[in-house]
């Protein structure tokens, strides 16, 4: 038994189904079965442990395997765990059905919404924070044109200098509109995550 516990430490942290010839010999296909329905791991992938342990010569059992999957499944599909599913931008799976289903999938869907605020909120902030550096960088060169036009002589030179700066304000006036479109933004997606988050 203590052998069958290794084994499923082991597929449980590779995530990978090929399995040694020692390792189909002590399998606990009860145990590999229900280590999997418990991690949301379809009973499909019996057939890769199959199929490697008929290549090294040991025959494997489904039954057994099937049986650990089903009391596997049921400890698997529950709010919480759909919930944690969903916050963690994984993609809804098919390993509960039937009257599993509802629960899981009413975690998962508010897990999803949690989600897909966070990541709302988070690009909001990023794209806020590269506007605002953008528009300090122009405000630097205007600021570096508007020293260098006090030092030129040269009237062909001055007129590209200021038409630069035309540019570079205008170009700032959008930023900065955009800037307080992207705040307003924000302050809205703060508050839909807030009442995600209070919603559980």
């Known amino acids: 038994m203590k052998q069958g516990v290794v084994l499923i430490a082991v597929l449980a942290l590779s995530g990978c189904s090929s399995i040694s010839p020692e390792e189909c010999q002590v ?33 494997s059992d489904f039954q057994a395997y099937q049986r650990g999957h089903a009391e596997g499944v049921l400890l698997y599909c529950t709010y919480d765990e759909g919930r944690e599913l969903g916050q963690s931008g994984g993609s809804y799976n098919k390993v509960c059905t039937g ?4 629960q899981f999938r009413l975690g998962y869907d508010r897990g999803r919404a949690w989600y897909q605020a966070e990541s709302a909120l988070f ?35 001055k007129q590209q200098v200021l038409d630069e700066n035309r540019n570079l304000q205008q ?9 307080g479109q992207l705040q307003a933004d924000l302050k809205q997606a703060e508050l839909q995550f807030s009442l995600i988050q209070q919603g559980g």
């Open 171 to 179: 170009e700032l006036r959008q930023l900065n509109q955009m800037q």
């Open 27 to 59: 399998g606990d296909w009860f145990a590999i079965g229900k280590t999997d329905g418990q991690q949301g791991i379809a009973s499909s992938k019996f057939r890769s442990y199959q199929k490697d342990c008929a290549e090294h010569g040991v025959s």
């Open 123 to 157: 690009n909001l902030q990023k794209t806020l924070q590269q506007n605002a550096d953008t528009i300090e960088r122009l405000e630097q060169r205007i600021d570096d044109n508007s020293k260098q036009l006090s030092v030129l002589k040269d009237k062909q030179q």
């Open 99 to 102: 009257a599993l289903e509802p």
